[in-house]
């Protein structure tokens, strides 16, 4: 594994020995850098292509370095003081999705999980937060009128949470695309802890990748 484990991995490749699971920390973290992203998700009973029920929209973006990730960014640095993580979190929502904070502000009962990368001296904090299905597609919606749309942010995408019959087509193959920073790491965390998909069916659609490579 070449690439430092800040910059990108497919599911595939990412070095998951080099990142330690952290506690919550709070904003001031000294020579540390943080940042927060975040998960949008809603339940549904809706089914996708081919009919395959899907258990729930989960929302990323494609960056501006075009790899994936999820809307958020780094907090608590020089130029913007954010007086705590979640007012970090907020900020960048309102400018990667704006985000309505008067519906959808994060707070601390929506974090997930941090990862420390030493490499980065880069905290990574993870938040996640459950809407409607109609909340859900007005988020999308709006996020196009985002004041990063078009800048950090170049789209918004629905993870495909389904295999199809094949074996290979759905989340396997989009596990083969770049996530930024611990992004990948994020999106099984979260999958996980909200029961949007079991660990032996993610372990299954991992699994799959490597003898479908090229
Ligand atoms: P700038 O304002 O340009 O600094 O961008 P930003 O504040 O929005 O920061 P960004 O979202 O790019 O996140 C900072 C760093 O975290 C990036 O350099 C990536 O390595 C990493 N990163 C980006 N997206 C994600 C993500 O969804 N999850 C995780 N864990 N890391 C990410
Ligand atoms: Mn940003
Ligand atoms: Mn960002
Ligand atoms: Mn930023
Ligand atoms: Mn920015
Ligand atoms: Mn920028």
């Known amino acids: 594994m070449s690439r430092p484990h800040n910059g990108s991995a497919t599911a595939a490749e990412f070095p998951w020995d080099q990142v330690q699971q952290l506690d919550y920390q709070d904003a001031n973290t000294g020579?540390?850098?943080?940042?927060?992203?975040?998960?949008?998700?809603?339940?549904?009973?809706a089914k996708f292509v081919s009919q395959l029920p899907c258990k729930a929209w989960v929302l990323m973006q494609m960056r501006f370095d075009g790899k994936l990730g999820f809307p958020g960014g780094v907090v608590s640095d020089q130029a913007i003081p954010?007086?705590?993580?979640?007012?970090?979190?907020?900020?960048?929502?309102?400018?990667?999705?704006?985000l309505d904070m008067s519906r959808f502000a994060f707070s601390k009962k929506h974090y997930?999980?941090?990862?420390?990368?030493?490499?980065?001296?880069?905290?990574?904090?993870?938040?996640?937060?459950?809407?409607?299905?109609?909340?859900?597609?007005?988020?999308?919606?709006?996020?196009?009128?985002?004041?990063?749309?078009?800048?950090?942010c170049l789209g918004i995408v629905r993870i495909p949470l389904f295999t199809l019959q094949d074996g290979h087509n759905g989340l396997?193959?989009?596990?083969?695309?770049?996530?930024?920073?611990?992004s990948i790491l994020q999106v099984i965390v979260g999958l996980c802890t909200h029961n949007l998909m079991k660990p032996d069916e993610l372990n299954t659609a991992m699994a799959v990748l490597p003898r479908h490579q090229g």
Do not use: W
Request: aromatic residues 10%.
């Open 31 to 45: 020579s540390i850098a943080q940042a927060c992203h975040a998960m949008i998700f809603a339940k549904t009973e």
């Open 82 to 98: 954010d007086t705590t993580l979640e007012d970090g979190l907020n900020r960048e929502m309102e400018e990667e999705l704006a």
């Open 172 to 182: 396997p193959v989009f596990l083969q695309n770049q996530f930024a920073g611990t």
């Open 112 to 152: 997930v999980v941090s990862h420390f990368c030493p490499k980065a001296n880069l905290i990574l904090n993870f938040y996640a937060q459950e809407v409607t299905e109609q909340e859900f597609k007005e988020i999308e919606g709006n996020a196009l009128r985002a004041e990063e749309y078009g800048h950090e």
